[in-house]
């Protein structure tokens, strides 16, 4: 029988303004346990946070050893980051970063940094509607809001 645990991450990420003052924030779910981080950066996009959010928390879940023996289900309203890091990655790096037309991958440094800190953890990605009632996600949106008026 397997002692493996399931952790539920939710990550948001925003601006006011794209470009313009912008937010990310998770929630991580562990056992009983809850852990949240936000943070906040003056001129930066929508897709740089929404990608910050979940860098952050998974680098978080293996600073803390948590993603051993773990099933990380990360819940992200970002179809950008999940189609990302799902698929269209794949093509990206065999095209050496390039996109089907031919121009740089944008956020290519926040994508490679992506992929390095999801090796460490067995994740399943999954895509909720944004500003739809779902909790964690209504959650982190707040946070990330709370982030961006600390900095304004």
């Known amino acids: 029988m397997s002692d493996a645990k399931e952790i539920h991450v939710y990550t948001d990420g925003g601006c006011h303004g794209n470009p313009g003052p912008g937010g990310w924030a998770y929630v991580l779910e562990v056992d009983e346990a809850r852990y949240m981080a936000k943070g906040a950066e003056n001129q930066t996009t929508n897709n740089r946070m929404e990608l910050t959010a979940v860098i952050h928390a998974l680098n978080h879940l293996y600073r803390n050893g948590l993603c051993e023996d773990s099933t990380v289900h990360i819940h992200t309203d970002s179809q950008y980051v999940r189609n990302g890091i799902t698929s269209w990655i794949h093509t990206w790096e065999r095209n050496g970063w390039k ?54």
């Open 99 to 152: 996109t089907s037309a031919r121009k740089p991958v944008k956020n290519r440094e926040l994508w490679i940094t992506l992929r390095e800190a999801e090796q460490g953890c067995r994740v399943e990605w999954h895509w909720v509607r944004g500003h739809s009632g779902h909790a964690g996600n209504e959650e982190v949106d707040g946070l990330v809001q709370e982030a961006i008026a600390e900095i304004s």
